[in-house]
């Protein structure tokens, strides 16, 4: 079974930045397209960022031209640089296979941007 461990979260004013991270423990890493989901307060999980394993990526309109991923097969962690942070970024960050999400899903990793 994957595992899925989050981290890099935490407390940033407007316009900040976080790096988010996240290892994997599944062998087949290098060959799966993987993506950012994140889960605002009272909203559905909605997928941020996709990455395939050639590194070509796909945004949603909300972040595209803020927020990078990346990925380090190597060491099997997911990134995602968030820059221009705004107060509805506010969320808990998953990752996850990025076309169809695998059946466990990490802790997430709590963003909360506000003044």
């Known amino acids: 079974q994957v595992q899925l461990v989050e981290s890099g979260g935490g407390l940033v004013q407007p316009g900040g930045s976080l790096r988010l991270s996240c290892a994997a423990s599944?062998?087949?890493?290098?060959?799966?397209?993987m993506g950012w989901y994140h889960q605002g307060p009272g909203k559905q999980r909605e997928l941020v960022a996709t990455?395939?394993?050639?590194?070509?990526?796909n945004y949603a309109d909300s972040v595209k031209g803020r927020f990078t991923i990346s990925r380090d097969n190597a060491k099997r962690t997911l990134y995602l640089q968030m820059n221009s942070l705004k107060p509805e970024d506010t969320a808990v960050y998953y990752c996850?296979?990025?076309?169809?999400?695998?059946?466990?899903w990490g802790q997430g990793t709590q963003v909360t941007v506000s003044s």
């Open positions: 599944a062998s087949f890493f290098r060959v799966t397209t």
């Open positions: 996850n296979a990025g076309v169809i999400p695998w059946s466990n």
């Open positions: 990455i395939t394993s050639s590194g070509i990526t």
